[in-house]
């Protein structure tokens, strides 16, 4: 049975992806901030009748020292690790001229320095595996910045950087880096993203129509049992890809960065924000 552990599992995506993976015959070991948090995932595996392939662990991605335990934990239970999906995340709203350095710091922290901490870690466990795979969780703010999502984006854009110069690294051991870049999907994300725009619904056009389109979007927001769904596929993959886009207009953003001027797509965007 393959061993994978999944970050940020309380809710969301991670949540789903753990189930899908339970399902798909993996043992998971589905990491938490917050452990109180578990009883959704539990039941829905006790109702499967799969309490065996779950294993519910207490982690913050950004605690060197949990991390620590749980590796030495995964060894002499398990002796390696097949998948590490890095999914926990959270998006950081509002403007670059309105935000602190703890903002920034907290933001980097989670989902830059997490992802490279705990990679790094059980980076040895994976390679004790046959065939070892990392899916990291991007966005389409990995490739695109939004205005009012500076620090979410810019976070997502290192992520694919850092996950690039991965991939290369570890391609020629025959360990696999993937990442997932979904469009809007309706996720706990989107709390934290979008509170700063109770704060600045006063303020210039250009800051709440900013706000008002970042809202339209979590409205629109699709199933994220997408995400979960490829996940799922690419660890059945006997040589998964790089990139994988998912969700409504995550392609034709991709298309338009690359093919269109960036003169064009800013006059686009400003017009948009600019609109009274």
């Not at 393959?2 to 189930?19: C, D, E, H, P, Y």
């Not at 605690?63 to 995964?74: A, L, Q, S, T, V």
Request: glycine share 10%; hydrophobic share 40%.
């Amino acid at each position: 049975m393959r061993v994978a552990l999944v970050t940020g599992a309380n809710g969301g995506i991670g949540k789903l992806i753990s189930l899908e993976l339970i399902r798909a015959g993996f043992l998971v070991i589905a990491a938490m901030r917050n452990t109180a948090k578990q009883d959704e995932l539990v039941g829905i595996v006790k109702n499967l009748g799969l309490e065996a392939n779950l294993e519910i662990v207490q982690m913050d991605v950004t605690k060197e020292e949990e991390i620590g335990e749980i590796k030495g934990w995964i060894q002499s239970r398990f002796g390696q690790l097949d998948v590490l999906v890095n999914n926990a995340g959270y998006s950081q709203g509002g403007f670059i001229e309105d935000l602190t350095m703890e903002d920034w710091e907290s933001q980097y922290g989670t989902n830059v320095f997490g992802v490279i901490q705990i990679t790094k870690s059980l980076l040895p466990l994976l390679k004790k595996s046959h065939k070892g795979q990392i899916i990291n969780i991007s966005s389409v703010s990995g490739y695109f910045g939004f205005p009012g999502m500076g620090p979410y984006c810019s976070s997502k854009f290192a992520v694919e950087g850092f996950s690039e110069s991965l991939r290369l690294e570890l391609l020629s051991e025959h360990i696999f880096v993937s990442l997932i870049e979904p469009a809007s999907f309706k996720t706990g994300i989107w709390e934290k993203g979008l509170e700063i725009g109770e704060i600045i619904m006063e303020e210039e056009i250009l800051k709440r129509n900013a706000f008002d389109f970042a809202k339209q979007a979590s409205k629109n927001a699709g199933n994220p049992f997408e995400v979960a769904n490829l996940v799922r596929k690419i660890c059945h993959e006997k040589k998964p890809k790089f990139r994988y886009r998912v969700g409504k207009g995550a392609n034709s953003l991709w298309f338009i960065k690359k093919l269109v001027p960036w003169s064009i797509i800013e006059r686009i965007v400003l017009k948009r924000l600019n609109k009274s």
